[in-house]
Nanobody, 123 residues
Framework: QVQLVESGGGLVQAGGSLRLSCAAS????????MGWYRRAPGNQRELVAA???????NYADSVKGRFTISRDNAKNTVYLQMKSLKPEDTAVYYC?????????????????WGQGTQVTVSS
């Protein structure tokens, strides 16, 4: 089994910064893409940022220039540095990873999600 544990959410004033972390643990062979999604009240879940195992990032237009995604492959961890936060960034943030695990004598790729961490930006 694999677990993703998130940390770093909280309450911040508009213009402030937060850094989210998500660490994977368990029966891991390798991790492909890592990403951060968010869901605001009344909205659908949306992709915020993603990063390939080669380190290539991509961002939602709404966060470009303000958020930075990075990863530490040795620690199986993905980060999201958020700056110049706006009230519209308020949401529950979820990390997501494509994790290859051992299944018997072979390996399989599965999609895993973190438990979510609340980010609230006050105006």
């Amino acid at each position: 089994q694999v677990q993703l544990v998130e940390s770093g959410g909280g309450l911040v004033q508009a213009g402030g910064s937060l850094r989210l972390s998500c660490a994977a643990s368990g029966n891991i062979v390798s991790i492909n893409d890592m990403g951060w999604y968010r869901r605001a009240p009344g909205n659908q879940r949306e992709l915020v940022a993603a990063i390939t195992n080669g380190g290539s990032p991509n961002y939602a237009d709404s966060v470009k220039g303000r958020f930075t995604i990075s990863r530490d492959n040795a620690k199986n961890t993905v980060y999201l540095q958020m700056k110049s936060l706006k009230p519209e960034d308020t949401a529950v943030y979820y990390c997501n990873m494509g994790v290859r695990i051992w299944v018997g004598i072979t390996t399989r790729l599965y999609d895993y999600w973190g438990q979510g961490t609340q980010v609230t930006v006050s105006s």
